[in-house]
Every structure is written in structure tokens, then in C-alpha cells.
């Protein structure tokens, strides 16, 4: 029996799984002051005086995050979600081994795609995992925990490199391999204790194992009372979405594709992660030590700058922790991306007429804004919208398209800054504000909505979503409320019934869906249903 209230604990458990986080957010924060580190440079000998490869460092680490989206989806879907983390926890420690060791160019990429492979797991696992077990009125907080979780990585690889480049410590290996090494501490209790936190209880239910999910509920959310009326109308809502889909068989990659619900939301958590790097927000976290020392600062007055600039980030993410529940997603991200593109227009006139302390106040104003808005719900609306499922499949893709942006981010960003100096933070200030017409035009809101009710969401919100209702923020607790008291609609989901989910799918031409021979197997068994 747990002792807690149900809320903490639950929140507690999210808080765990987000200890991922904090190996990510440290790791962008570390880098930037171990690139510039006297001895590092001379380790990593004459080859790193190559642009590129100096980009090729920073940047594998996130192509080794792409490459762990390959086997999440079907490890979360085959083994659970703790046994997932698990797996992702011992590759990172060996990455981490391997750059804290680095004797040449060569084992420290190896390490930083090794260490991106399994922060890519943890990364697209944690939102999905909070998601899972959050009470509605509550997800969007636990999911954004993810981006705090963030910020404190990030906050503590700021000081520790800030404080091994002063003292005895300066011009040594301890410079850089210190602050290296440390990232593997956080995986550890992760890697140990993340099976004394409860499974997900969909990934359960999915697994047709409803028992166990109906004590995993009565154990987030009603200290063990299996009949408390939440639990009970919980398992019954989960119980009809099982329902729907048991004719269909199990989820496929193309059903993420085909059925139209579905690409929906994928274009739209693929366009919306693949946008947050477009903000500027890599440029400045991997190369942001390159840019001040263009300035005339000296490394630890850099250093300090960005452990500024992390105190900042904490601040914006604890605000959208406590406030995102109340203010939606769809508001923050509009808000968020029109305040960075203005700091970003702002910090070109400054970088260009009059580089300085002032430029580096508009980057700091820059990070609240995206640590508040941006960050967060880039990983929160993703969680938010898939059904069970299909929901890791699907986030695999979305969160591939994170991947992908900031790695030709961190590669370009360099030569950019060679070849065209700070006419380059013009596409940040562009795209900034075309993220926030397009969140405005065809981003739903799914605050306080059951994860039950998306499929529905999705397929009655038309694609044009201002005034029509889906792009108001309603009463947040209402959902649970509903559950609470049993009165949530069981049967207003049409979604995932096997003809209207083949009506759905046929909306194209016949002749065209026989020529796709790979049309997955829920459609060809609703069609003979």
C-alpha cells in the first residue's frame, strides 16, 4: 500500500523515469566547454582543426539518438517500458566509458554515438512512460518534467565545467575528462531502481495482461483500491479501447502512414519536433562558448555566462511544469516561438552593429522563452496524442524528426558561422515565427483530454483548427472529473472500429490500394470483417 497520495506518487515515479533527462541535458551542456579545453584539442590531434569534424563531434551524438529510434518502438512494444530503459541505461554507460577514456578522434566519436544511441531511447521512453500513468489532469505537467529534468542536466554541466577550468585542474586532462565522466552517475540509479517503479499500465493492458494493469492503476492512483470508482472507470476505458482494436491484430509501422487519424498526427508531432531545432536552440547550446570567444570573452567568463543561462532555463521550465495544465499547449508554443524569433531578430542587429554583453542578454531571453513555451511541449504533445496502440511507433518517428534537425543543426552551424558570420541567425528569427503560424493554424489542443479519447479528437478536429473550438483550452480536470464519477462516453470513440477504421483508409482510390502491396494487416482483416 502506498503511503503518498496518489498524485505525488505518480508524479514521483514520472520524476524517476525523467532522470534520463538530466544524462541529455547534461550532455548538451557539457560539450560546449570540453570542445575549447587545451588538452582535448591536443588529444584529439591535427584532425581537429577541421570544421567539420569539430561539428562531426558534437553532432554524432545526436545521429546516435537518431539510430536508437530504430529498435525503441518494437523493444517498448515487445518488453515494456522499464526493461526498454534499462537497455537504453547500459549503452550509455559504455558511450560514457568510451569519451571519458578517449585516447584519439576516433573513440571519442564512437563513445558520443554510443551515448546518442541510448539517450534516444531514454528521450522518446520518458514522455511516453509519464503519459502512461499520469492522471489527465496532471499529464502535462509529469510529461514536461522531461525538459526540467533537461535543465538540471544542463545546470550541472555548466558549473562543473565552469569550475574545472579554474584552479589546478586548468590545461590538464582533467579539464574535460572530469566533466565527461560524471555524465555516466545519473544512469546509474536509473539503470538500478526503474523496476521498483510500477510498468506502464496501458503497455499492459495492450499485452491483454488487464489484471495487472488494473493494479498498476489502483497503485498510481488509489493507494491499491482495485474498486476505487477512477480505477474502475479507467480500466473500463482502457478496457473499449482494447476492444475496438482486438479484431484489427497488432499495431504495424504502416498503420502509422495509412490510416489518415494517424498520419495526421504524425505530420504533426514530426513537424512540430523537427521545428524546435529551427528555433536557434542548438546553435546556441553546442557552439555558444565558439561564438563568445569571437567577442573577446575569455573561457571562464564564457563558462559563467552559461551557467547563467542554465539558472534561466530552470526557471522557464519549472514555470511550464506548474502552469502548462492551465495554459494548454497550443499558447505556449505560439507565444514561445514569436518571443524567440523577436530575441533572434533582436540578437542579429546586436551581433552585427554591436557584439557584446547585450547580444549575450537577448540569447539569455531566448532560453526562458524556449525553456518555458518551446522545449517542454515539444515532447509533451508528441505523448499526448497517439492512441496505446501505436503510440510507440509513432513517437519513434516524431522524435527521429528531433534527431535528424539537430544534427544537420549542429554540422551546419559551424561552417555557417565561417562562411556567412551573424546573417545566420536570420533563419532562426524566419522560422521562429512560421513555427508559430503554423502551431496557430493546425495544431488541436489536448489539454485535460483522456489519452482514450485522441483517436476521436483526431479524426472530428478539422485540419483548419482556429474557431472552431479545438483550439480552446476547456476545464482541465474535467476528464478526470468524468472518470471519477463514471461518467466519461464509452461508446463516442469510432476511431479504431474495424469498418470505419477500412472506410477511413479507402478514402483513396481502390485501384491504388491494391497496388500497395505492403498495406498493412489491420486493414486487409477489417476489410473482410
Known amino acids: 500500500m502506498v503511503s503518498l497520495s496518489p498524485k505525488l506518487y505518480t508524479w514521483l515515479c514520472g520524476l524517476f523515469a525523467s532522470l534520463g533527462s538530466i544524462i541529455f541535458g547534461y550532455d548538451l551542456g557539457v560539450i560546449a566547454g570540453v570542445l575549447t579545453a587545451p588538452d582535448f584539442v591536443e588529444v584529439m590531434g591535427p584532425r581537429y582543426s577541421n570544421d567539420s569534424l569539430k561539428g562531426l563531434i558534437t553532432s554524432i551524438f545526436v545521429l546516435g539518438c537518431f539510430f536508437g529510434m530504430i529498435p525503441v518502438a518494437w523493444l517498448a512494444d515487445k518488453i515494456g517500458r522499464r526493461y526498454t530503459i534499462q537497455a ?17 578522434m576516433d573513440m571519442m566519436l564512437a563513445g558520443r554515438f554510443f551515448a546518442g544511441f541510448g539517450v534516444g531511447i531514454l528521450a522518446d521512453l520518458a514522455p511516453i512512460y509519464q503519459a502512461e500513468i499520469a492522471h489527465p489532469s496532471m499529464r502535462g505537467s509529469l510529461t514536461t518534467l522531461q525538459q526540467f529534468m533537461l535543465g538540471i542536466g544542463s545546470f550541472v554541466a555548466s558549473w562543473v565545467t565552469y569550475g574545472t577550468a579554474q584552479g589546478s585542474t586548468v590545461g590538464t586532462q582533467g579539464e574535460w575528462r572530469i566533466p565527461l565522466g560524471i555524465q555516466i552517475i545519473p544512469a546509474i540509479p536509473l539503470f538500478a531502481f526503474i523496476l521498483l517503479m510500477p510498468e506502464s499500465p496501458r503497455w499492459q493492458a495492450e499485452k491483454g495482461r488487464m489484471d495487472l494493469a488494473r493494479a498498476t492503476l489502483a497503485r498510481l492512483h488509489a493507494r491499491g483500491d482495485e474498486k476505487d470508482p477512477f480505477v474502475v472507470s479507467q480500466v473500463e476505458d482502457i478496457q473499449n479501447e482494447m476492444d475496438r482494436a482486438k479484431h484489427i491484430g497488432e499495431s504495424s509501422w504502416a498503420e502509422c502512414l495509412v490510416v489518415p487519424a494517424n498520419f495526421r498526427r504524425v505530420a504533426l508531432g514530426f513537424i512540430l519536433q523537427f521545428s524546435v531545432q529551427l528555433t536557434g536552440v542548438s546553435a546556441i547550446q553546442y557552439y555558444s562558448t565558439t561564438i563568445f570567444k569571437t567577442m573577446g570573452f575569455s573561457n571562464s567568463r564564457i563558462l559563467l555566462f552559461q551557467s547563467v543561462n542554465s539558472v534561466i532555463a530552470l526557471i522557464g521550465e519549472a514555470c511550464c511544469v506548474i502552469w502548462v495544465d492551465r495554459t494548454g499547449r497550443r499558447r505556449p508554443l505560439i507565444i514561445g516561438n514569436i518571443a524567440s524569433g523577436l530575441s533572434f531578430v533582436a540578437g542579429t542587429v546586436l551581433m552585427a552593429r554591436w557584439p557584446g554583453t547585450i547580444f549575450i542578454i ?3 531571453i531566448f532560453n526562458f522563452f524556449f525553456s518555458s513555451c518551446i522545449g517542454p511541449l515539444s515532447w509533451a504533445y508528441p505523448a ?8 510507440a511507433k509513432s513517437t519513434a518517428i516524431t522524435s527521429a524528426a528531433s534527431w535528424l534537425s539537430n ?10 558561422f565561417a562562411k556567412v558570420d551573424w546573417r545566420y541567425y536570420l533563419v532562426f528569427a524566419i522560422c521562429s515565427h512560421t513555427n508559430a503560424l503554423f502551431i496557430w493554424a493546425f495544431y488541436p489542443e489536448t489539454t485535460g483530454r483522456r489519452l482514450e479519447e485522441m483517436d476521436d479528437l483526431f479524426e472530428k478536429a478539422p485540419l483548419f ?11 482541465f480536470r474535467q476528464a478526470e472529473r468524468q472518470l471519477r464519477e463514471g461518467q466519461h462516453p464509452h461508446a463516442v470513440h469510432s476511431g479504431w472500429h474495424a469498418d470505419i477504421g477500412w472506410r477511413q483508409a479507402t478514402s483513396c482510390p481502390a485501384r491504388s490500394l491494391r497496388r500497395m502491396r505492403w498495406m498493412p494487416r489491420v486493414l486487409l482483416r477489417a476489410k473482410a470483417m
Open 88 to 104: 537504453a541505461c547500459v549503452v550509455y554507460m559504455f558511450g560514457g566509458a568510451m569519451q571519458t577514456g578517449a585516447k584519439n
Open 362 to 364: 537577448t540569447t539569455w
Open 465 to 475: 483548427v482556429p474557431g472552431t473550438g479545438y483550439d480552446k483550452v476547456g476545464d
Open 384 to 391: 499526448d496524442i497517439f492512441s496505446t496502440r501505436i503510440r
Open 407 to 416: 544534427f544537420m543543426i549542429a554540422e551546419v552551424t559551424p561552417v555557417a
